[in-house]
C-alpha cells in the first residue's frame, strides 16, 4: 500500500479526541498530531460519567480539538486521505457527535469515511508501536470494559472471555468510592495498597478453575463493602489493607483466567509465528500490580507481554485512526455516509 494519512475522531465515552496519523509504505506508523480533552472535572463531583454532560462537553470541544490535531501535525484537509470517527460501542449521544463530524468532514473535503468499532481501535494500536504479527491476544481492561479477544488479522477477532458483571476498571471505581476514596478509583486504590498487607482479607476469586474464560468482579466489591463494615472506625491503615487485598484477588484472579487463555492460545496454535503475544490495553493497563502479574504470567508461558504507552491504552483518538489505517491498507471498502452509530456493538 502506499503511504496514507487519516484524521482520527473519538467520543465514545468522557474523552473527547482527535489526531493525525500517517501509515507508511512499510506498514510503520507515525503519530502526526494527538489531542486528548479529559472530561474528568466535569463527572468527578458525580463519582462517573453522565451521558448528557459527556455528550455537551464533546460538542463544545470537539470542532478545535480537530483543528488543533491539524495543526500539529501541520496539514490541512485537502492533505489528509480519509476520515476515521468512532462509531461505536459507547454512549450513544458521544457517539452521535464524533460520528456525525467525521461524515460532515469527509463530505465537505470529499474524503472517504471510515466508521470504526472503538474496541477495534484497541486492539490494533498495539501494531503502531510494536511489530506484532497476527494472531495475537489482547486483554482490555478500562472502565467500561474487561474482554480477552484473540485477534487473528484486521476485521478478524474472537471474543475468548467477557466480564458476567462489573468491568475491572469498574471494580475499583466502586471499591474506591465505597472507601470514601477519590474519584477515579483506579488510581487511589493503587496507591492506597501500596502502604497494605494484601494477606489481611482473603477476598473471593470468582470464575477461578472453571473452563470458560469470563470475568466476574461484583462479588469481590460486596466482599469489599463486608470487610469495610466489620470495622468501626474504619483507619487509614485498615483502608490500605483493604485496598493491599482487593488488588491481589484480582492479581490471583487474572493469573487463573489469563493463564487459561495463553494456555488455549498454545493448544490452537501450536506453530505460531515466533514468540506469541499478550497486548494489554485500557485505563487499568496503568496498574502496576497488574502489569507484573501479566508479565511473569507471559514469562511462565513463553509469551511476550506487550504494554503500549500509556496515553495508547486509555481512550485517544489515534487508535482510531490507526484502525482506520488498517483497514484502509487492506484495500477494504469505506463506510457509506448514512453509517449509523451503534451504541452496542
Ligand atoms: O480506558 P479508560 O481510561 O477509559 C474508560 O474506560 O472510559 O479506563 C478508565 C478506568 C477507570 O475505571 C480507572 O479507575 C481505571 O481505568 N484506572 C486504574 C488505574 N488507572 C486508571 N485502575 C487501576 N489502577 C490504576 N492505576
Ligand atoms: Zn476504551
Redesign the pocket.
Known amino acids: 500500500a502506499s503511504r496514507l494519512r487519516i484524521l482520527g475522531i473519538e467520543t465514545s465515552?468522557?474523552?473527547t479526541a482527535a489526531a493525525v496519523v500517517t501509515r507508511l509504505e512499510d506498514g510503520t506508523g507515525i503519530i502526526e498530531g494527538d489531542v486528548v480533552l479529559s472530561q474528568l472535572d466535569e463527572h468527578s463531583a458525580y463519582g462517573g460519567?453522565v451521558p448528557e454532560i459527556a455528550a455537551r462537553a464533546h460538542v463544545e470541544a470537539l470542532d478545535s480539538l480537530i483543528e488543533e490535531a491539524l495543526q500539529r501535525a501541520g496539514v490541512t484537509l485537502k492533505e489528509i486521505d480519509a476520515v476515521a470517527a468512532t462509531s461505536g460501542p459507547g454512549l450513544i449521544g458521544g457517539l452521535i457527535v464524533g460520528l456525525m463530524t467525521g461524515k460532515a468532514i469527509a463530505r465537505a473535503a470529499g474524503k472517504p469515511l471510515y466508521a470504526v468499532n472503538h474496541l477495534e481501535g484497541h486492539a490494533l494500536t498495539a501494531r503502531l508501536t510494536d511489530s506484532l504479527t497476527f494472531p495475537y491476544l489482547m486483554l482490555l481492561?478500562?472502565?467500561?470494559?474487561t474482554q480477552l479477544v484473540l485477534i487473528r488479522g484486521i476485521g478478524d477477532y474472537e471474543r475468548w472471555g467477557t466480564t458476567i458483571d462489573d468491568?475491572?476498571?469498574?471494580a475499583?471505581?466502586k471499591t474506591?468510592k465505597l472507601l470514601g476514596l477519590a474519584y477515579?478509583?483506579?488510581?487511589a486504590?493503587?496507591r492506597a495498597a501500596a502502604t497494605g498487607n494484601p494477606k489481611r482479607f482473603n477476598f473471593p476469586r470468582p470464575l477461578r478453575g472453571e473452563e470458560r474464560l469470563d470475568f466476574s468482579f461484583s462479588g469481590l466489591k460486596t466482599a469489599v463493602r463486608q470487610a469495610a463494615e466489620s470495622i468501626a472506625p474504619v483507619s487509614d491503615q485498615d483502608i490500605s489493607d483493604i485496598c493491599a487485598s482487593f488488588q491481589r484477588a484480582i492479581s490471583r484472579t487474572l493469573e487463573d483466567r489469563i493463564g487459561r487463555g495463553l494456555k488455549r492460545f498454545l493448544a490452537e496454535f501450536p506453530d505460531v509465528e515466533g514468540v506469541p503475544a499478550l497486548v494489554v490495553?485500557?485505563?487499568?493497563a496503568?496498574?502496576?500490580e497488574?502489569r507484573r502479574t501479566l508479565q511473569a504470567l507471559c514469562d511462565e508461558n513463553g509469551f511476550r507481554f506487550v504494554a503500549p504507552p500509556m496515553q495508547l491504552?486509555?481512550?485517544n483518538a489515534v487508535m482510531i485512526a490507526w484502525a482506520g489505517l488498517e483497514r484502509m491498507a487492506t484495500g477494504a471498502a469505506p463506510d457509506d455516509l448514512d453509517v449509523q452509530p451503534r451504541s452496542r456493538w
Open positions: 465515552c468522557d474523552e460519567v481492561v478500562s472502565g467500561g470494559h468491568a475491572l476498571g469498574e475499583f471505581d474506591a477515579p478509583g483506579g488510581p486504590v493503587e490495553a485500557g485505563g487499568v496503568a496498574n502496576q497488574l491504552c486509555t481512550d
